[in-house]
């Protein structure tokens, strides 16, 4: 019998993870306050509270009833109008959806993923509409993931267990079998909660500390060292 290679795929989450969506929608947090004359307001403080609020929009979403992301996207934005005190409009969400386009992967991505698709498969989900992710997906050139999926076509999204299981289900293999790898503590921990073995990738604009509580297998500062572990699990 063939000996039988571990992990046999890496899950990965795609936001900032892969794609550096965050400069993004910095820029978008910047048009807002020109729209509305808030000089006064640094667009990196506006973007850390509304950013903050759409991770509780959607962990509401997780364990709850569904909503597809850009709906929680807009209920965030109108609590962080709420703390800067401006009468804002919830469609503004559009200065961000408007400029998905303009999401680009992070240096590290493609030339990682074809190097590691040499040794294990790729799978990429993420909590967004299933349009953003092709869009940003779009930009990985000639790299094809072995699996595509977001929170539109499952219904549910993390730190859902149940969207974690969608996943490993739609490939025919279980929690044991793969290597989940986020770029954020919550959604890493939700995978370590779900019995799955975990990488967190620090990108350093992005990680401001130690892990608090359940900590990952692997810390890795970006694709490239997470590759080089793959290759030494893989023997």
Request: proline share 4%.
């Amino acid at each position: 019998m063939a000996k039988r290679i571990w992990p046999e795929a890496i899950f990965y989450d795609s936001k900032n993870t892969l794609f550096d969506w965050d400069s993004v929608w910095i820029r978008a947090s910047s048009k807002i306050l020109e729209k509305y004359k808030r000089s006064d307001i640094d667009p990196l403080l506006f973007w850390r509270h509304w950013q903050t609020f759409l991770t509780g929009e959607n962990h509401k979403v997780a364990f709850s009833k569904f909503r597809r992301f850009t709906e929680s996207h807009k209920v965030a934005l109108q609590y962080a109008y709420k703390c800067f005190g401006i009468q804002g409009d919830p469609e503004d969400v559009k200065f961000m959806t408007d400029m998905w386009n303009e999401v680009y992967p992070f240096p590290d991505v493609v030339s990682a993923f074809k190097e590691q698709q040499k040794y294990t498969k790729i799978l990429i989900y993420s909590n967004v509409e299933t349009e953003y992710l092709e869009m940003m997906v779009g930009k990985l050139g000639d790299f094809r993931p072995d699996f595509l999926g977001d929170m539109d076509k499952s219904q549910c999204c993390k730190p859902s267990p149940r969207a974690y299981r969608w996943v490993l289900e739609q490939v025919g293999l279980e929690t044991g079998d793969v290597l989940y790898c986020a770029g954020v503590q919550w959604d890493v921990q939700g995978a370590l909660a779900f019995g799955m073995k975990a990488a967190l990738v620090c990108r350093p604009y992005r990680f401001t500390g130690e892990v608090e509580g359940i900590q990952p297998d692997y810390v890795v500062k970006d694709l490239h060292e997470l590759t080089e572990i793959v290759k030494k699990l893989t023997g």
